[in-house]
Each structure stands twice: as structure tokens, then as C-alpha cells.
């Protein structure tokens, strides 16, 4: 019998189409017509025509452009994994709505529109402005104990995400980043990295919040306590209960949630701008459900993270920036807002050969 959050899932796959191969080509053609030397334009280039295929119809330009953070916490943090409390998921929220973080700045300088959701924060925010109150529940369990979720909140977790991919396209939205915040996530990260790609733990387990020596310590021994309790091998890839029992064990709510947005997301056929490392893992698993949803997404920046160079292996993406960051939030994403906005103006404005009367080169 189908659990919940496999039939919310299935639902939402069955209408996930491929992005549009024909645009992509018909993208291309119209690119080589440009006033440039074949390909000069490097990797903005196919970087417009993916974003053509993904459109598949005429453009609205400016671009609008969504940011969105889920927020939860995890019950892993209790095992000393991270350099900060877990109080901070809280404070870190706090400081979205009231627009002093990284994330805000950036999306205010390339003018995106920021959304915060509380998936699952370990605190009571009251009726608090500027917030999306869509809290499951306080908080994972504690993987090393007990499944992170119940099959319950797994697919209310799933559903929120898959709400706000709807209210994204109500906005108009053609492109969305996907960031989050919760303290202890790069634990469940790694859990999830190492059972997708088949990595060891110390390949896919880096420093996160740049955790001393004794923390990493107790954190890599979490990793390999949590396989060894759920999982005896790797998934096999594009199977949806399996990628789903990984989430539901060792994942986290706003992990859940930026899955579900990233299915939805490309139902609905929105530029999907992944940023680091657990964004990467939401991908990683939409992609385990459904494959197609490859061809929506465009990695926005690499991380330091170790096991995020090895999901941009899985997913098959090449970073549009690398710039060292480790920070989250969705910052990374947002910083590639302006590359692809400027290979889509090159796009739609620049003359072509005939239309600006410029010789072509000789063959």
C-alpha cells in the first residue's frame, strides 16, 4: 500500500514533462545567428538555451525571480555535530524576517523577491509578520534513536514545498532559488549524499558550520551510525520509495520541503537555481523520484562542502560560479541570478547577422 508521502509525490511526478528539446535546438540556431563568433559567448550560451527549453513559450522580461528559505531543526543536533546551538535556526530566522542577513542583501541587490517559511523551527514565532508559518512540527527526531519523521510529516513537509512552488508560479515567478537554514543539516546532508552516490562518509562529510576537530569527529560518527542503522547499501537511482524512505529516516523537514518545491517546480515549469549543499540534496532526491527534473535545474555556485562537488557529479551540473562559499541561505543561487539574467538579455536583444547588415565569417 502506497504510503502518504509517496502519493502526494506521485501525483506530482506523473505531470513532470521533459524540458523541451525542440526550444533548446530553435534557442541555439537563433544564438549562432548573433552578432559574435560561433560559441564566444562560452557558457552563457547553453545556459540561455536551457533556460528557452525550460520556458518553451515567450518571455516576460524583466525575469521575476523568487528566493525562498525553509527553516527547521534537526534532532541530530543534540549529538554536538555542529559549532552552533540550535537555538540559532531560530535567531538566524528572526534576522531573514527583519532583513539583516546575507540573503537578504543579496536579494534585495539583484531584486528578488524573499520568502522565509517555518517548516519545522524548534521555537514559537507567534504570529510574527513577514514569516510563512507552515510549521509541521518542532523539529527531526534524532536519526541516531529513531526516524527523523513519521510518514506523516514527511508528506506535510513535502507539501508545504510543493505549496509554495504554487505560489511561486501564482507570482509569476520564471525562476526560483531554493535556500534554507537549520542547524545540524549538513549531518543529515551527508547521510542522504552518501546513500545517493554510494560515497563513503569521509568523502561526503565536510566541517559545515566549521566545526573544530572533536565536533567533526562526533560528526562523522553520526553519518556512519545513521547508515549503519537504515541502510545496508546505496539507492538504486530513479526509485521514488527508496529516495523517500532516505528523507523520511535521516532527512530533514525543510530538506523535505525544498523537495517537494523542486518537484512542483518543475511541473510547473520554473528555472529551478540550486545553491549548495542541502539544496543540492533536495535536487538529488527529486531527481532519484523523477529524472526529467534534471533539465530544470541549473547549480547555482559550488560549495566548499565536500559532498556537494559530489552531487553536482550526480545531478550532471557544472556550477555557474566558485566562489568558496559554505554559507547557505540560498546566497550561492542568488549570486548567479545576474549571469543568467545577462544570458538571456544577450538572448532576446542582441542584433543578428542580417538584422544589423554585419558580414558573417567566411566558411
Given at each position: ?7 502526494l509525490?506521485?501525483r ?20 549562432d ?16 538555451a ?27 543536533a543534540?549529538?554536538?555535530?555542529s ?10 530566522v ?14 534585495r541587490l539583484h ?10 523551527v ?11 508559518h ?28 510543493i ?20 542547524i ?19 568523502l561526503a ?7 573544530e ?13 545513521a547508515?549503519?542503522?537504515?541502510f ?12 523517500l ?27 529551478v ?23 530544470y ?10 559532498g556537494h562537488k ?20 540560498g546566497?550561492?543561487?542568488?549570486l ?21 547588415q554585419v558580414?558573417e565569417?567566411?566558411?
Amino acid at each position: 500500500m502506497n504510503s502518504l508521502s509517496n502519493t502526494l509525490v506521485s501525483r506530482v511526478i506523473q505531470s513532470i514533462a521533459p524540458v523541451s528539446e525542440p526550444a533548446r535546438l530553435r534557442a541555439q540556431r537563433h544564438l549562432d545567428t548573433l552578432t559574435k563568433p560561433l560559441g564566444s559567448l562560452g557558457r552563457l550560451e547553453p545556459l540561455a538555451a536551457q533556460i528557452v527549453a525550460i520556458h518553451d513559450g515567450p518571455f516576460n522580461e524583466p525575469m521575476s525571480k523568487g528566493v525562498y528559505i525553509f527553516a527547521a531543526d534537526h534532532g541530530v543536533a543534540e549529538e554536538g555535530v555542529s559549532a552552533y546551538p540550535r537555538e540559532v535556526t531560530h535567531q538566524m530566522v528572526l534576522n531573514f524576517v527583519s532583513g539583516g542577513a546575507a540573503i537578504n542583501v543579496l536579494a534585495r541587490l539583484h531584486n528578488a523577491t524573499l520568502t522565509v517559511v517555518d517548516v519545522g523551527v524548534d521555537a514559537d514565532f507567534g504570529a510574527l509578520p513577514g514569516l510563512v508559518h507552515c510549521k509541521v512540527c518542532r523539529g527531526t527526531k534524532n536519526m541516531l534513536h529513531e526516524a527523523a519523521m513519521t510518514d506523516e510529516e514527511l508528506a506535510a513537509a513535502l507539501s508545504v514545498g510543493i505549496s509554495m512552488a504554487d505560489r511561486a508560479a501564482a507570482a509569476g515567478h520564471a525562476v526560483v532559488a531554493i535556500g534554507e537554514m537549520g542547524i545540524g543539516n549538513t549531518t543529515a546532508a551527508s547521510v542522504i549524499t552518501c546513500q545517493l552516490t554510494g560515497s563513503t562518509p569521509e568523502l561526503a562529510t565536510g566541517l559545515g558550520t566549521g566545526v573544530e576537530p572533536a565536533a567533526y569527529a562526533r560528526k562523522l560518527s553520526a553519518v556512519r551510525a545513521a547508515q549503519h542503522k537504515y541502510f545496508d547499501s546505496p539507492i538504486s537511482i530513479a526509485s521514488t520509495h527508496s529516495a523517500l524512505e532516505i528523507l523520511r529516516c535521516v532527512g530533514g523537514l525543510e530538506i523535505a520541503a525544498m523537495t517537494g518545491m523542486i518537484l512542483a517546480a518543475a511541473q510547473r515549469k520554473l528555472v529551478v537555481v540550486v545553491d549548495g549543499f542541502i539544496s543540492a540534496v533536495a535536487a538529488a532526491l527529486a531527481v532519484a523520484m523523477e529524472p526529467h527534473v534534471a533539465g530544470y535545474l541549473i547549480a547555482g555556485h559550488c560549495s566548499k562542502e565536500p559532498g556537494h562537488k559530489l552531487l553536482l557529479n550526480f545531478l550532471g551540473l557544472t556550477p555557474v560560479l566558485d566562489l568558496g562559499m559554505r554559507l547557505g541561505e540560498g546566497t550561492g543561487a542568488v549570486l548567479a541570478f545576474s549571469v543568467l539574467e545577462s544570458a538571456i538579455r544577450l538572448y532576446t536583444e542582441m542584433a543578428t547577422f542580417a538584422s544589423a547588415q554585419v558580414s558573417e565569417a567566411s566558411q
